[in-house]
């Protein structure tokens, strides 16, 4: 799909930019492997590690093994893989289309979503839920836990929606 031929009768330029965003997905996938292996091995047996930063906040590293869906929606695993499974293949297919249409940077980020959620579903594969660790506490009210991948997920979602919004105009 992405490394098709169609992939490689593009222009030296369109090829840079695609195999530019390949190696920074690569990159932050490793970031994100490596960090949640890290905290696997190294915050395993413990209650975790937190800064007061002030104003009732607190920010931390706290292992949890998440087996619920987004936001903590609750949902069996088979159907949370099944979703993910069917989204990520959505997510393939748009950027078949994307590169098909030559527009390579919005397709390169919509490959990085797509490499960094498969390290999300391979937790959920591996390990029966995934590996999050950076924990946030506000005011007691509002805590979450979270790890490198999700981070870089809501970025690039960001990015997308305000690059589709820019081309509206």
């Known amino acids: 799909m992405l490394l098709s031929p169609r992939l490689f009768r593009l222009n030296r330029d369109k090829k840079n930019i695609f195999f530019y965003y390949l190696a920074a997905s690569l990159a932050l996938l490793v970031i994100d492997r490596v960090s949640k292996l890290s905290a696997l091995e190294k915050l395993q047996d413990s209650p975790g590690v937190f800064v007061d930063l002030g104003s009732k906040i607190t920010v931390g590293l706290k292992l949890s093994l998440n087996q619920a869906l987004a936001l903590s929606i609750p949902m069996p695993q088979w159907l949370i893989i099944g ?13 078949s289309k994307l590169v098909d249409k030559n527009q390579m940077h919005l397709a390169g980020w919509w490959y990085l979503l797509l490499v960094l959620a498969i390290s999300n579903l391979y937790d959920r594969i591996i390990y029966t839920g995934v590996i999050d660790f950076l924990s946030v506490n506000i005011n007691n009210w509002y805590s979450t836990i979270f790890n490198f991948a999700d981070v870089v997920i809501v970025v690039t979602i960001m990015v997308i929606i305000k690059t589709l919004i820019t081309n509206q105009k």
């Open 83 to 95: 979703l993910s499974v069917f989204f990520l293949s959505l997510i393939g297919f748009v950027i």
